[in-house]
Nanobody, 118 residues
Framework: QVQLVESGGGLVHPGGSLRLSCVAS????????MGWYRQAPGKQRELVAT???????NYTDAVKGRFTISRDKAKNTAFLQMNNLKPEDTAVYYC????????????WGQGTQVTVSS
């Protein structure tokens, strides 16, 4: 059973940077699209960024110009580079992905905590 495993979260001061990683664990699969969600305390989960099979990225307005999503298709991994972090970015960040056979996000990671505080 394939699972996604995130890493790279932690505590950072406002204006700092973090780089999140997402790797597949278990069965070898070929992902079509990958993405990152986040959920802050008391808030609903929101989509942060996605990257298509061809490498085209999309971002929610709140992170445009600060976050960069990328992927290494050969290694079946995804990354989220987060720069100029703000307290509003504090959340649990989840990696997600799907293959051509799924119509929506199917695989999920366990989440990694990102806390931005002075």
């Amino acid at each position: 059973q394939v699972q996604l495993v995130e890493s790279g979260g932690g505590l950072v001061h406002p204006g700092g940077s973090l780089r999140l990683s997402c790797v597949a664990s278990g069965s070898i699969v070929r992902f079509y699209s990958m993405g990152w969600y986040r959920q802050a305390p008391g808030k609903q989960r929101e989509l942060v960024a996605t990257i298509s099979n061809g490498g085209s990225p999309n971002y929610t307005d709140a992170v445009k110009g600060r976050f960069t999503i990328s992927r290494d298709k050969a290694k079946n991994t995804a990354f989220l580079q987060m720069n100029n972090l703000k307290p509003e970015d504090t959340a649990v960040y989840y990696c997600t992905a799907h293959r051509m056979t799924e119509s929506s996000w199917y695989y999920w990671g366990q989440g990694t905590q990102v806390t931005v505080s002075s």
